[in-house]
């Protein structure tokens, strides 16, 4: 199959939405080449390194957004805070509003898999995109676009860092009222390029379920569960005995 050749006018939606002109579209034509495209047609270079770069770029730019903003956090809430903003769910829902996955060069199985709506291919796709931007115009321009995407999540998650993380809120959440360690079972299904996971979290009787494109977002998902189901118990329990229900461990910190 012949790699169809992309002009400005292919991108100036992209380019409106990015806030940001690229002078060499070569260079977001390979932040969206997915490898499953590469390994059906030759001559092109998966997004891969790519993602790498733009992994760092986002990276160093929400951290120094998140330092900036507020001098008096903490270490661990900072921590917490950008780790939500660059997780692959909020990657992947960039990607969407940039509609980066009707963008994207996909192979003919991907493709029928549903690949340009994996939260795992748009993140990384939006990785490499902020990458290209950084190999096209440099830093400043890379962090004006990663700002100009993330800053109102990154001033969301700072005043709440760590309320998304359920995973770690479920494992304070146990640790705090004396309950087994959240215990985590996973299964796969389905070909190398269309895995979708189920994760079984257990916390004592507790047990949540999940599902997802990626074991993260498996595992996230039934912690959720769990954690819905706890605190909807400790309400009943509350309410029968006229106690206060325990704080939200991520209230705690």
């Known amino acids: 199959m012949a790699d169809p050749a992309r002009t400005d006018e292919n991108y100036r939606e992209l380019y409106d939405a990015l806030g940001y002109v690229f002078s060499d579209t070569g260079l977001l034509d390979h932040a969206l080449t997915h490898r499953s495209w590469c390994a059906e047609n030759a001559g092109r270079t998966s997004n891969e390194r790519l993602e790498f770069l733009g992994d760092a770029v986002l990276g160093m730019s929400i951290t120094e957004s998140l330092y900036t903003n507020r001098p008096e956090q903490a270490e661990g809430d900072l921590a917490k805070a950008r780790a939500e903003v660059v997780s692959t769910a909020s990657l992947a829902a960039i990607g969407r509003s940039l509609k980066l996955g009707d963008l994207l060069f996909l192979g003919k199985g991907e493709e029928l898999s549903g690949g340009r709506n994996k939260d795992s291919i748009l993140a990384d796709a939006t990785e490499a995109t902020f990458a290209a931007v950084f190999l096209d115009g440099g830093w400043t321009a890379a962090r ?7 800053r109102d999540r990154a001033d969301e998650a700072q005043i709440t860092p760590g309320e998304r993380d359920f995973k770690t809120r479920l494992q304070e959440y146990a640790a ?21 996971f189920v994760s079984i979290v257990s916390v004592g009787e507790t047990v949540g379920e999940g599902h997802g494109t990626s074991k993260k977002q498996a595992q996230q998902q039934a912690a959720q569960a769990a954690l819905a189901l706890l605190d909807a118990g400790t309400s009943s329990n509350s309410g029968e005995t006229g106690e206060a229900a325990p704080p939200d461990a991520a209230e705690e910190q």
Do not use: C, F, I, K
Request: proline share 11%; hydrophobic share 35%.
């Open 144 to 150: 004006d676009v990663v700002l100009h995407l993330l």
């Open 176 to 196: 705090v009222n004396s309950m087994p360690a959240p215990h985590y079972e996973m299964t796969a299904t389905g070909p190398d390029h269309g895995r979708q």
